[in-house]
T-cell receptor
């Protein structure tokens, strides 16, 4: 079967760095993606890793280790507007083209 | 270029009624996905459609739920004889194509929040 594990909540202060981990179990693997969702609104795509290593996009970076079935999202220079839910998601052979989402990590940024 | 549009944004139904949720994909996108999100949960895949075809409905309950994406018009997710457990946010996503590898740029709509009384 497919499953993804990520922490349910993370708290941090403005300007800090936070790391959100995600471990996954899939039959086949076609990459790990990260999505941001504010207040139950439309999830928006943040980052994707298809190969091992670090992908950097501005203040956000994402890392993947396929041998460990593990990835993380790194958020730097946190701002209040980063308070949101963050979901890791995978595609795998069994699911076809659909995304399988983790339950999400709620990030609360305080001043 | 308008994004993915969903309507209604909020829908209230009594138990036993029918709910119809509409999704208009982004211009140029021919692939539509429906997901359901319960409170404090991630999104769960329901069904994947292309124009006039259901490609994968493995995540959709066999009874009471159906989906279509006609040649003309929006994709529709239909829930018959709704029950309280159907209360959730239903998100539609669209993509321009499928790829065997890569981020599969899925763009999500704002969702329809269904409340069953």
């Amino acid at each position: 079967g497919q499953s993804l594990e990520q922490p349910s909540e993370v708290t941090a202060v403005e300007g800090a760095i936070v790391q959100i981990n995600c471990t996954y179990q899939t039959s086949g693997f076609y990459g790990l993606s990260w999505y941001q969702q504010h207040d139950g609104g439309a999830p928006t795509f943040l980052s994707y890793n298809g190969l091992d290593g670090l992908e950097e996009t501005g203040r956000f970076s994402s890392f993947l280790s396929r041998s460990d079935s593990y990835g993380y999202l790194l958020l730097q220079e946190l701002q209040m507007k980063d308070s949101a839910s963050y979901f890791c998601a995978v595609r795998d052979r069994q699911a076809g083209t659909a995304l399988i989402f983790g339950k999400g990590t709620t990030l609360s940024v305080s001043s | 270029n308008a994004g993915v549009m969903q309507n209604p944004r909020h829908l209230v139904r009594r138990r036993g009624q029918e709910a119809r949720l509409r999704c208009s994909p982004m211009k140029g996108h021919s692939h539509v996905y429906w997901y359901r999100q319960l409170p404090e949960e991630g999104l769960k895949f329901m069904v994947y459609l292309q124009k006039e075809n259901i490609i994968d409905e493995s995540g959709m309950p066999k009874e009471r739920f159906s989906a279509e994406f006609p040649k003309e018009g929006p994709s529709i997710l239909r829930i018959q004889q709704v029950v309280r457990g159907d209360s959730a946010a239903y998100f539609c996503a669209s993509s321009p194509e499928t790829r065997s590898f890569g981020p599969l740029s899925q763009y999500f709509g704002p969702g329809t929040r269904l409340t069953v009384l």
